[in-house]
């Protein structure tokens, strides 16, 4: 029987200039900076905040998230090939970058910028920073469907994707490509509801004045759903089908129970002040 599927061969460059391209993924992920930058001026003008910390915050993240997601991708899934070849970490136009890894480059990041720039609590930065950072987050993973990266292994659903970039292959008894679980998709769709809600949160229940409230419940949100998505990816690695748990799993976890840990103390906090 043969099953419906949706045949995907685009092609990653949005355009070539010379022997360079530019890539859906960097256009995505500059497209979701603009736009975050744009909702965090919204938030300053609604604290009524110094202007003079807001462009510091933005370069601080960029470099945060950009240099924690390369050393995550190459320390946490292949160690052993970048640390023989430590050059190789800096050729991030090569590909491989890790949101865990981003997520802690971005903590590294606000330490220094609450310390050094608005004197104020790493919590007070990070509940303004997470509510547009789902809506990054799901451009990047379509930015990941333009590459045909990250997907999962073969379904029968309807809305599978066959693709034929792809440096996975799966193939049926005829040597047909099978369809395959689009996860990027389902990530994506998971992120936009979590920055619906933290927009929600912040803008109309001002969950802002409750330290670290919103910055748990992004945690929570986004890492379990990393969580059980990943039930559907391919490994990244060969190493990580020796695993109970993929690398991606494994990592989210201690991200959901630090989020949990916040909302109970912000929750407390709250009790306690009434």
């Known amino acids: 029987m043969t099953v419906a599927s949706i045949i995907w061969n685009v092609d990653p460059a949005v355009f070539h200039i010379g022997p360079k391209e530019i890539r859906w993924y960097t256009l995505a992920f500059l497209i979701g900076f ?29 470099f945060g998230m950009l240099i924690g997601a390369r050393l995550g991708h190459c320390l946490f899934y292949a160690p052993a090939e970048y640390l023989a070849n430590p ?3 800096l050729k991030v136009w090569e590909g491989g970058l890790a949101s865990h890894g981003g997520v802690l480059g971005i903590i590294v990041a606000i330490y220094f910028y609450s310390r050094y720039v608005s004197h104020r609590s790493m919590l007070w930065a990070f509940d303004k920073l997470v509510v547009p950072t789902g809506l990054v987050a799901a451009l990047i993973r379509l930015g990941n469907l333009m590459n045909s990266e990250i997907y999962g292994g073969p379904t029968a659903l309807p809305w599978g994707f066959v693709f034929m970039r792809g440096s996975e292959k799966f193939h049926d008894a005829q040597g047909a490509l099978l369809p395959c679980h689009p996860t990027q998709i389902y990530e994506a769709l998971c992120y936009l509801l979590v920055f619906g809600l933290c927009i929600w949160l912040y803008f109309r ?3 802002w004045k409750k330290e670290g409230f919103i910055f748990g ?16 990816k391919n490994n990244q690695e060969l190493w990580e089908a020796n695993l109970p748990l993929n690398m991606g799993q494994l990592l989210s976890i201690p991200f959901v129970v630090v989020g949990i840990w916040f909302v109970w103390r912000a929750w407390k906090k709250k009790t306690t002040e009434k």
């Open 34 to 62: 603009v736009i975050g930058y744009k909702i965090v001026q919204r938030m300053w003008r609604k604290e009524n905040v110094n202007p003079a910390w807001l462009d510091p915050l933005l370069y601080y993240t960029f």
């Open 87 to 89: 050059v190789d970490i």
């Open 205 to 207: 229940k001002n969950a």
């Open 217 to 232: 419940i992004f945690l929570i949100c986004v890492f379990t759903a990393r969580f059980f998505v990943e039930f559907l």
